[in-house]
């Protein structure tokens, strides 16, 4: 068999394994069709509108590519047993992923990661049953792959490290649905730089400046794009909204119950995985619209300002002015708005890049790069623009306030002297 | 003032008029944001996820590139005044699309096009009151660009006729979401040779190969995207799961008010405006999966279908076949499927192009090309290839039916008896 | 071994044969660099200074990627063994190509056709001694698939048919270095769509508009870019130039003996293999722009026009008003040119498609659609578009004339009063 | 009048000022059209045969763009009067180049720049008399523009600093031709914040991470495309040959003049404007390939391995190894080879950016960024990765050799002991 897909970034996207076809029909595989790939993004970058379903798509493309040249040029190195857990997990890395997730998992503590290894074992759903057709521990070893304990270091560097199938994949799709150029990168250089080597992957010299590029374009990705403040003020309206609605529940359950049943069980939790996966961003945005009638001004204010997209403004927060916040704060509260659902802070760092650090809480695997000698010698040490990213948190905090006080001179005479950023 | 939207197909989207700005932060305009531009298509094209926001985003682009240059370049053939008219008729031509238009339409008598003219007239949107800012009658001039009424025949072409702002920002659009190369064509050509002359637009002939090209591509387009059988086996889906909830709605007043109180109104025939600006994409997609539960079979069986993606599957039916559909239909029905809701026909046609016909139902506003002695000459006089398309339908008539008939041994055979092409 | 080339059009271009490497560093090969691919449409589309290298390098990818393909999918249908004389010839197909060799073929009675399968099949050339290689037969094989000879219609096809290698190639490479957009289609599409049949090669019906899409593209290009008056008058001023050159000769042979040596086995009929290969782009500018100094002005003059870009202007000849260009001839004599040199007819007609007609000159292998019943159809058949430019000869004659022209009264009213077009 | 250019890198470029367009139309301009924006690059990337004239026109373009848009938007800060100055100088920027300048320039004593400003101010050439059309002394304007010597630092900087017309579109040019991807990055984000200010050119903050991608691309480009060590082996041979012919003239006088008539002027250091007109690429190739049968046979080698492409291979030169040199060069010298013809040290340093430093030998006007609150700031001093590159060296030294040498062993030891880097 082989089926055929579409893809704007990858052009055809090619499938003849009946397994990966099947997964791709499960009902769960196909809920991520109704879930945002950039969340709140697309409030700013309106074109990027597309979901979580196409990004796996581009992943399992991606690892389908990388396997297949593996098992082709480096069959002592690369074992082509891998190539089915490898693309089985590449297509069902981000399954387990929910509507909203960043803010939603904040306030509901679910995991979308243990929702995925859920998905992936649990006897109940259609992907655990296709995934069993193969062995009946092959959906372990998906799940492990997951949750980087599969004992094969080159599979899980494939799914997840610092350049992985997943990251390539979102940079350029981002990109593309954006209209970004910065996040563009020369993949089909990478991909064929690419080696299996005893502890994992590395990359060829001769790549090595395709891998600099990369580094780069997520920077400027998470820059430009991600970490837009227009996009983190839906987010931090969102919060606000979720949380008022949590606060509402106990005095309204008749309410949340007939306009909200979906939420219920996560305003109670007591959620299982067929209440996880009963919600997806259609859901929310009609609870929201529902909410909006609600005569809780707070609920049906906040519901508003989220569908019909009335952002909040921001300033940068720096150490040297951060004591300032709280008079701002104040400001809004004497202007008439509750500063706990009308002023928020929101921060977005990232580590662009990182060596390995054996003690830091969360080591990374650093990118290697194979020298003609054969010699494996991490990134930044071959590359000044990597080191100058490398280990150097960046992003910022910012402290998020109603458009009116931009006309509240006080307000405005604080930002000026204190010399806060827009 | 100057705003500027990032768009993947027209790179920066700028505007400087507070009109449009205002225009598009209210209500009515963002909820376009719900609805995706191509229905059922995303089911078969992943990508191609874009809402009619961002269409009408481009539209009005469009829109501003063509009157400004016009203003800049025709200071005697077109009013600049007409500019803000032409601007706000494009970027609201599809204020009043609602979800899943096509379908919803044909059941439930609505028609999106009375509906985009309420909401720019009716004073109760923000939509109108911001056009009320111009002037008092602004509003019904827009409207009356989008109804054809509109005294400037030039205004009312950029708008709507066979080669217009609409069509060429969704056949670029579309193209570049789907990841189709067929939809493109030369944009910034075609923007170059348009020239307004006293009956309306037409085109310098030093363009008009890329005029030709534009009419193949649209041709394309219609062929390999929106006749795609896939597609239109959702659509039918969509089509019957509709018509059943309404069969049932008399017997389940309360279930259906309880679990889907915005179709209701539908459901009675007693809908108003805001009724129709309560449904999205979302909203439906919510209704669909609290049916999925819903004791009656067909209702949840048809509802799964169209969440979890199981397409039907399709024959051409040719006039020299028409009748054997009978058969086809009694065989579904002796494999335990009703037919009224397990088979569907489904049509798909187009006329690409063609030259104005007095006598026609709906006669066209015919291409005209611009000859450099100063004579308008319709367009496929001049191109054999628009002349092979002019007037002529294209697309077919399809049966669908459950995907498991093709191992149906008497079905398959009178499929190949009779010549019946899938 | 494996060496890649960086390639706009295809990205990467893989040699991993020391037989096509080591064909790629000929001299043969290497002059190609020195060749332009598109003669003196540069002067027209500044963009298109690519050589017939780069061309050449890419009807190998296409090549290459067409018979592994083949090899993996159609190993009952097709020859594994087949694979290299089909990238050798799709390497080599335009190796005797020469300095505006349209041009130069007309007036010196050379035909790059022949020169090509010289340089394949002499023992002298370093083309041949790597072909010999293979085997001692070799050399003959790769002609004989240039020549039409070959036994395997599916190997002379991908070489030489209505959609080749070849032809491929140009079209995408002629439409990124000209900028033109017309002549893009979806080369990946086509590329799977291809099957080996026992008569030659065919498409599968799922690509049908992928091809349709190609003819129109090819149509568009010949239109556009290929058939531009303005490189047509600079080819008029080539010939007049070379022809006036070749008339001087014999009372000026010191003079173009010195100058211009490589030309001089021309003028006398005498070229050999090495004479041919010794001329290139560089080679003959050089001498035009010592002509540029020559006593004769008429020389002289079309030297300078040449090197100068000073174009002729043209008007459309149809058979209504060819009677005319006498008298448009006799008013440029009147003001003082000599019309053998500063007129000219240039014609440029093509047919961009054609199904087979057994009777005709030179029958055209046609484009078969392979059905899903397994039926072969003829392109036309099926495709209304390809239908409307099938048989249909497109293009026109112009007559060429001195710019200064344009001021004469009488010159104009004759082009006005005849309709005679621009 | 309006005149429009097909360009693949700016689509279309549009010239309405007679003056600009009969610049274009100067013997002196079209000259361009034969020498190759790349020089021996084309070489390593087959793709990039594009000449200085389509740069030229693409620096014109940016320029053309850059300062209408300062007339409409900053008719304050910036004099619309300057705007044809600025387009004449960038479109002439580079009239003076010559045939492989750079090699070219290090053997006879010539400079470029030099000559365009000749090209500009002498009273004979085509160039000038156009410009002398505006005014008598705008020649002189034109020219000192490109000195550096206007007194308006906002032209002198669109045409000559960090981050100018020229750079803008050499990378975005090459990077296309090449196909390379590196290069690309964001020129409509950068011609949008790009301001005036007074003491030259500035960019808006929001573009700042547009102007930070430009620097990478900038260092990218330096490092995968002008300093590949294939294009720079092509380089080493082409000043062996030159240097070769140059030493060989004294006892060939006779021969020079009649081969290579345009070189002797520059032999005898007796030079005039009009002889350096008269060398192009295509000239100075047409005299190697003469020299390819001359006698001598270091001559006729050199001129082969120049024309065939036989390229020397390298090794990296470190201060660690560089005393091994003469060890490698002495077993050149063993194995038949003399070294002063067939090895070579080349080297190739970049600067990708640095900040103003008063006290260098050539200080660099620095990239401002212009903040919110209208401070300016330097460049590096907001964008880490730009410090990372600021004011540091990048590229190499490197030792040429006949490839053949790769098969000596005692050479690969001398390399590998000493751990020299291919």
């Known amino acids: 068999?082989?089926?055929?897909?579409?893809?704007?970034?990858?052009?055809?996207?090619?499938?003849?394994?009946?397994?990966?076809?099947?997964?791709?029909?499960?009902?769960?595989?196909?809920?991520?069709?109704?879930?945002?790939?950039?969340?709140t993004s697309s409030f700013t970058f309106h074109g990027a509108e597309h979901s979580r379903f196409s990004h796996c798509m581009g992943v399992y493309h991606i690892a389908k590519t990388i396997t297949e040249y593996f098992s082709n040029t480096y069959p002592l190195e690369w074992n082509p047993d891998e190539n089915l857990v490898t693309q089985c997990a590449a297509l069902l890395h981000d399954v387990g992923h929910g509507a909203y997730s960043h803010t939603f998992e904040g306030l509901f503590d679910t995991d979308h990661e243990a929702v995925t290894r859920e998905i992936i074992t649990s006897a109940d759903t259609e992907v655990n049953t296709i995934l069993r057709r193969v062995s009946p521990d092959f959906p372990e070893k998906v799940a492990a792959v997951i949750s980087h304990d599969y004992p094969n270091p080159q599979v899980v560097q494939l799914i997840s490290s610092q350049i992985d199938t997943d990251r390539m994949d979102y940079l350029l799709r981002d990109t593309y649905y954006t209209g970004a150029v910065y996040g563009k990168f020369d993949i089909d250089r990478i991909l064929t730089s690419i080696v299996p080597v005893p502890d994992g992957i590395a990359f060829k010299i001769s790549g090595m400046h395709a891998v600099e590029d990369y580094i780069v374009s997520r920077y400027q990705m998470y820059m430009q794009v991600y970490?837009?403040?227009?996009?983190?003020?839906?987010?931090?309206?969102?919060?606000?909204?979720?949380?008022?609605?949590?606060?509402?529940?106990?005095?309204?359950?008749?309410?949340?119950?007939?306009?909200?049943?979906?939420?219920?069980?996560?305003?109670?939790?007591?959620?299982?995985?067929?209440?996880?996966?009963?919600?997806?961003?259609?859901?929310?945005?009609?609870?929201?619209?529902?909410?909006?009638?609600?005569?809780?001004?707070?609920?049906?204010?906040?519901?508003?300002?989220?569908?019909?997209?009335?952002?909040?403004?921001?300033?940068?927060?720096?150490?040297?002015?951060?004591?300032?916040?709280?008079?701002l704060r104040k400001l809004v509260a004497e202007s008439g708005f509750i500063p706990d659902y009308y002023t928020g802070i929101h921060d977005n760092f990232d580590l662009p890049y990182d060596f390995y650090r054996p003690n830091s809480e969360k080591p990374r695997t650093q990118i290697e790069i194979l020298q003609k000698n054969g010699v494996l010698t991490e990134l930044s040490k071959l590359s000044p623009i990597v080191a100058s990213l490398a280990g150097t948190i960046h992003g910022n905090r910012r402290f998020y306030f109603p458009k009116i006080m931009l006309e509240n001179e006080e307000f405005i005479s604080i930002i000026n002297q204190n010399n806060i950023q827009f």
Not at 272 to 289: P, R
């Open 227 to 327: 970490f837009h403040p227009a996009s983190r003020a839906m987010e931090v309206i969102l919060q606000k909204l979720l949380a008022r609605a949590k606060i509402l529940y106990p005095e309204n359950q008749a309410y949340f119950l007939q306009t909200s049943p979906c939420l219920v069980p996560f305003f109670e939790y007591k959620n299982n995985l067929q209440d996880y996966l009963a919600l997806d961003d259609g859901v929310m945005n009609t609870y929201f619209q529902t909410w909006m009638r609600h005569e809780d001004t707070i609920l049906s204010d906040l519901a508003k300002a989220y569908i019909n997209r009335h952002v909040l403004k921001s300033v940068q927060i720096a150490n040297e002015n951060e004591d300032k916040v709280d008079s």
């Open 1 to 39: 068999m082989e089926k055929v897909f579409r893809d704007p970034v990858h052009n055809y996207i090619h499938v003849n394994n009946p397994i990966i076809y099947d997964l791709i029909n499960t009902a769960e595989f196909q809920r991520l069709r109704r879930i945002k790939q950039l969340g």
